[in-house]
């Protein structure tokens, strides 16, 4: 390699060379899909440390995931060949919980603050939203909680939207006190939710610049990866984080700044800031992801170094193409063209199915044909636009015994019994908790009904103590019957006992020796012994409980788990943990499952072979896009990120009807198949090829939307199977004998579809 025998440079490219050995202040590497900007980011920190030019606790790597976190650690351990111990490598939330974590009594908060999820953020906004009686005027839980969501990732505030609202319209008003309302019951809860761990982390440094200053000494090197998604919060966090310690904060810095550390003003120099990103691969819009971001780089960050990456080490050439004709469609972007020196490799391959099922059955055997091959389940990855679509996949893959995983899907710790043990410990961690206490008074059922609740709920309020401590003194609440008085103390009990187990040490003031916290999972099953949900569960006799009391015991061995890799870190930590776990970070390990996924959590990953799967109008692009302006660039650089995750077989393949909520309706090529050149997809059955139950049907239903496009050309192997009698009732290729059971047969509704497309 160029590098010379060093171990970190050998097998880079020149432009990786740069990347990984400059030193400026601040540094863009901006590439296409696949061209090693993750793997130069790995390399740039291990060379730092190696050359000892900076400490491991020095560095703050940002990734997406919380995966991709243990990825880059795990492989920069192993190019350093030792540990990268107090280097923090987290995503941009976790980061920011263990700032809030550390600094929180400035706020007013406790450390244990509990993190809102959406649902809980959700059950707080539907209480508001009732409380104000707002949903006679439109308002939902999801509604008002996107609006919140999207202002906070502005960092604006409720003041700062009255500022800017109309005046007489009585919806705009009643959602800022929605708004205050939110935060207001957010902050009795102690919780912050999802938006906030960022923005009350910027909130918190420019409040209090020697806070601040303890963090931009701290970190000597940011790196951020998939920078192009990062919004406004985000953005700023880094700002923050990059500013350098102005002479009066270094006077006070605990312990003082050495000599060395500081700059001829007496300050201390900003932070080095690399980031990389790809404008191409931005698909966060919705969540507050600004591409200005990284267009502006170099104004916002002056004597900013660029390097550009072009070669591919991912793909196949005809993989490559196919992505770079895409994306060329987009106006507005800068011309990159990704190639590799590997060479065409296979063809892609396209097939349009009858129906999604048949789509379904398609990619089933074709992942049984590759594994038989030798490709591993666990690098086959199926691509869908949207959750709804795993149906009929999973069907199949059930079917045909394929191992799989759905990553993302309804994620475990959103199911309601682990969200019912979780809000035992969320209340021992915050006894402040509403929402996690609401929620364990009725898990299991004990009769507490909302008059009861209510009840606790005003003296806890009255008093100005927990809702644990209400509990505890439920004697006082003469609105409570006896019966329901005894219930409260005793689950008060368990929480306490519960609690002591979690501290450690019984928290008596005269014990001599302080014992150690037990271990989470032993905490857990306590509570889940004395409660009894497990047994309850089972003893419904029903496979679906069956399945829930499994689950529980799933997260004790998930405690356990965590109770081992982290011994001693204690309740709080295993909180953090599992409220930060993302989409793309699944519990189980992936290695022997093909993975189902949506293509937003696909980003930064790469498998050998890539379905995409539903690649039609209306899904992808998705229908939601199409009015919106700049939805088709958006759905575009997401197709775009899908083709590019594939190493050597990539598959597009759609439905020419699909079955929604009951109805089945005519299903229409994407356009971007069309923007593919004709040479590059092998069709195994074309759309042109799909026939209804007749020519003309056939030919009505398949005529792309103003196109007259090639579609029919599916070569001679496939043309072989024309066969314009096909039912729908029957598999149109390959002989599937399985296909006939899971396929509908013609109904009205079809035909009603058909009429309405011939209009
Ligand atoms: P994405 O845009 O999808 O995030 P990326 O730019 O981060 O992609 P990487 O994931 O770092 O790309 O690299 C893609 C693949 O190419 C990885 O398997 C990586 O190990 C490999 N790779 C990168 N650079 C080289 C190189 N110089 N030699 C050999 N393989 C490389
Ligand atoms: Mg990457």
Redesign the pocket.
């Known amino acids: 390699g160029e590098g010379g025998g060093d171990p970190l440079l050998d097998?880079?490219?020149p432009a990786?060379e740069r990347a990984v050995v400059s030193r400026g202040p601040a540094l863009l590497i901006v590439?296409g899909?696949?061209?090693?900007?993750?793997?130069?980011l790995t390399h740039r920190i291990a060379h730092l440390i190696r050359n000892k030019e900076a400490w491991p606790s020095q560095i703050l790597a940002i990734t997406f995931t919380n995966k991709a976190a243990a990825e880059m650690r795990e492989r920069i351990e192993g190019l350093l060949g030792d540990g990268a111990q107090g280097m923090w490598i987290s995503t941009f939330h976790s980061a920011c919980v263990r700032i809030l974590r550390r600094e929180a009594e400035r706020f007013g908060y406790v450390s244990g603050f509990t993190i809102y999820d959406s649902a809980d953020s959700r059950a707080l906004l539907k209480r508001i939203i009732k409380e104000l009686d707002a949903d006679t005027y439109g308002f939902t839980p999801a509604n008002a909680g996107s609006k919140i969501s999207k202002l906070k990732n502005e960092l604006s505030d409720a003041d700062d939207y009255a500022a800017t609202m109309n005046e007489n319209d009585p919806r705009d008003r009643l959602f800022v006190e929605i708004f205050k309302m939110y935060e207001q019951e957010l902050r009795r809860a102690n919780a912050f939710d999802f938006d906030d761990l960022i923005g009350q982390t910027v909130q918190l440094f420019r409040a209090h610049p020697d806070v601040a200053a303890v963090y931009q000494r701290r970190f000597r090197h940011i790196l951020v990866d998939e920078y192009q998604d990062t919004n406004h919060a985000q953005y700023s966090l880094i700002r923050e984080l990059t500013r350098a310690v102005a002479p009066e904060e270094v006077d006070r810095l605990m312990p003082p700044a050495r000599e060395r550390e500081l700059d001829a003003s007496g300050g201390i120099p900003p932070a080095s800031l690399t980031v990389v990103g790809?404008s191409d691969?931005s698909i966060y819009a919705f969540r507050g992801a600004d591409i200005r971001n990284i267009v502006e780089f170099e104004r916002d960050f002056r004597g900013a170094e660029v390097v550009k990456l072009e070669q591919n080490?991912?793909s196949t050439q005809n993989i490559l193409s196919a992505a770079n004709a895409v994306i060329g469609n987009n106006f507005d972007r800068q011309e990159k063209n990704l190639w590799t020196a590997e060479g065409d490799g296979a063809k892609i391959v396209g097939f349009t199915g009858y129906s999604q099922h048949d789509e379904a059955r398609f990619v089933a055997e074709e992942i049984e044909d590759l594994h038989r091959a030798g490709t591993a389940y666990g690098d086959i990855a199926v691509f869908y636009r949207t959750n709804s679509q795993t149906r009929a996949l999973e069907e199949l893959l059930i079917r045909s015994a394929i191992p799989y995983r759905v990553l993302g899907g309804t994620k475990f710790y959103e199911r309601a019994e682990i969200k019912d043990a979780m809000a035992y410990l969320t209340s021992i961690a915050n006894p402040y908790d509403p929402i996690a206490w609401s929620r364990l008074l009725g898990a299991p059922k004990r009769g507490v009904g909302p008059m009861a609740e209510a009840h606790l709920a005003n003296f806890q309020e009255a008093q100005g103590i927990s809702f644990h401590e209400a509990m505890l003194r439920a004697d006082e609440v003469g609105a409570l019957g006896p019966k329901l008085r005894g219930t409260a103390r005793q689950l008060a009990e368990l929480l306490t006992r519960a609690a002591r187990m979690a501290v450690g040490g019984g928290a008596t003031d005269d014990s001599a020796e302080e014992a150690q916290p037990a271990p989470v999972g032993d905490v857990l099953k306590l509570i889940l012994d004395e409660t009894e949900m497990i047994e309850k569960l089972r003893a419904k006799r029903d496979p679906q409980d069956d399945a829930r009391a499994e689950n529980l015991e799933e997260l004790i061995a998930v405690a356990r788990e965590f109770d081992a890799k982290q011994p001693g870190a204690g309740l709080l930590a295993f909180l953090t943990e599992v409220s930060l776990v993302a989409a793309a970070d699944d519990l189980d390990d992936t290695s022997g499952t093909v993975s189902l996924m949506t293509m937003h959590t696909a980003k930064?990953l790469?498998f050998k072979a890539v379905f995409i799967t539903g690649v039609e109008e209306g899904l992808l692009p998705h229908q939601m896009s199409v009015d919106e302006v700049g939805g088709i660039s958006e759905e575009r650089r997401l197709m775009y990120v899908g083709i590019?995750r594939a190493r050597e077989q990539l598959y597009l393949t759609l439905a020419s009807t699909r079955a929604t909520f009951g109805d089945i309706s005519v299903a229409m090529p994407s356009r971007f198949l069309q923007e593919i050149p004709e040479g590059l997809i092998d069709w195994r059955q074309s759309p042109g090829e799909v026939t209804g139950r007749g020519g003309t049907e056939s030919r009505a239903l398949n005529a792309p939307r103003g196109s007259s496009s090639g579609y029919g050309a599916g070569g001679p192997r496939s043309r072989g199977r024309i066969d314009s009698s096909v039912s729908f009732g029957s598999s149109g290729s390959r002989g599937g004998s399985g296909a006939a059971a899971v396929s509908e047969p013609a109904s009205g509704n079809m035909q009603s579809a058909l009429e309405k497309w011939r209009e």
């Open positions: 097998g880079l490219n990786q590439a899909a696949g061209s090693g900007k993750t793997r130069v790809d691969q080490y991912r930064g790469e590019t």
